[in-house]
Every structure is written in structure tokens, then in C-alpha cells.
């Protein structure tokens, strides 16, 4: 009985010593900086919109929208002009979903990054250099 008291006081002081130093996660939300709705987009999408995050060291928009086949969500992490990734899930009516990276040095990928960001405000974007 006393080994077993022993053993438990013992996991139990590992697990909650694991928990006290669990490393920080160094992209903290700093909140949104603005949402926009409706934005023109393509492919044509229904009900879209696109929020402006900031974070510790980066910003990111994340764009979501309905398309005739299911729900698209696409995210796009930049610091001043500068794009750092992009990338598109879509999420099927059937439940199936597909996942890619954009090309960050495609020109249309480039275009399509500039015109969405266009959308906020240059306040909003100045908190993201």
C-alpha cells in the first residue's frame, strides 16, 4: 500500500511538473484589427469575408467564402509588404476537403494577395510592419 501511495505521489509530481514547462507558444494573438464582408473575389463566392489578424510577429488574412461546391478558407500570413505563406483549404459539401499551398512567387499569387489586402483600412495594415 505505502509503494503504491509512493508511486502515485511520484506520476503525479511528473505530470504537473510537465505542465509548469511546457514551452510558450511565440505567435500570441494580438486580436483582430479588422473584418470586412462581401469583398469581390475570385472564384465568385457567396456570404465571403476576410479578417485582418495581427500577431507577435506577423499579421495574417484569412479569407473564407462559399463556393458552389462547399466552403473555402484561405489564409495568408505577411509582415509589411512582404508575404510569407499562403494557402487554401476547401471543405466539400460531400465532407471531403483538399488543402494547398500557393506558389509565393506566382504573379497571380502575388495579384490576388495585393487585392485582398487592399480591402483594409491603412491603419489597420500599418500595425502589420
Known sequence: MKLNAIVLTALVGLALSACTTTPTIPHINA???QEIENL????????????????????IIE???????????????FK?????????????????????????YAPEVQKNFLSLRNNFAKDALAQCD
Open 31 to 33: 486580436g483582430a484589427l
Open 40 to 59: 469581390k473575389a475570385y472564384p465568385e463566392t457567396t456570404s465571403n469575408k476576410a479578417q485582418l489578424n495581427k500577431f507577435s510577429d506577423k499579421c
Open 63 to 77: 479569407f473564407t467564402g462559399q463556393l458552389e461546391s462547399g466552403k473555402v478558407v484561405e489564409q495568408w500570413a
Open 80 to 104: 509589411g509588404l512582404t508575404l510569407i505563406s499562403a494557402g487554401t483549404a476547401t471543405f466539400a459539401k460531400d465532407g471531403t476537403s483538399t488543402a494547398s499551398t500557393f506558389d509565393l
